[in-house]
Nanobody
C-alpha cells in the first residue's frame, strides 16, 4: 500500500500549486488524511489534515490563510491547494493516512513518497 503525492514543482513567490495524493492498492475514504512537509534541516511538520467525511479540518496556524485541503472520496484523491507561495514553503510535501486519532496529532500510520515544492524569490 502506497500513497503517491504529485503536483510539486518550481514556482515563483506569489504563485500557486495544487498537490494531489492518491493511494494505490486500497481506498482511503474511511481514513483521516494529512499533508506534511519537511524543509531542509528542519523537522517534518503537519500542515493540514482532513477527516474522512471532510467534516473536520486542521491547519497549521502559519499556513491557514494560504493552504486549503480537500478530498474527493469517489476519486480516492486528496488535494492541497497552496496560494501565495513563499520561499519558506520550499519543502518536500508528503501525504499520510491514519484510521484513528485526532487530526492534529502528527502520528500517522501510512506514508507515501513526497513531492518537492521549490519557491523562488
Amino acid at each position: 500500500v502506497q500513497l503517491q503525492a504529485s503536483g510539486g514543482g518550481l514556482v515563483q513567490a506569489g504563485g500557486s500549486l495544487k498537490l494531489s495524493c492518491r493511494p494505490s492498492g486500497r481506498t482511503f475514504s474511511s481514513y483521516t488524511m494529512g499533508w506534511f512537509r519537511q524543509a531542509p534541516g528542519k523537522e517534518r511538520e503537519l500542515v493540514a489534515a482532513i477527516s474522512w467525511e471532510s467534516a473536520s479540518i486542521y491547519y497549521l496556524d502559519s499556513v491557514k490563510a494560504r493552504f486549503s485541503v480537500s478530498r474527493d472520496n469517489p476519486k480516492n484523491t486528496l488535494y492541497l491547494q497552496i496560494d501565495s507561495l513563499e520561499p519558506e514553503d520550499t519543502a518536500v510535501y508528503y501525504c499520510a493516512a491514519k484510521f484513528v486519532g485526532p487530526l492534529e496529532d502528527p502520528k500517522y500510520e501510512i506514508w507515501g513518497q513526497g513531492t518537492q515544492v521549490t519557491v523562488s524569490s
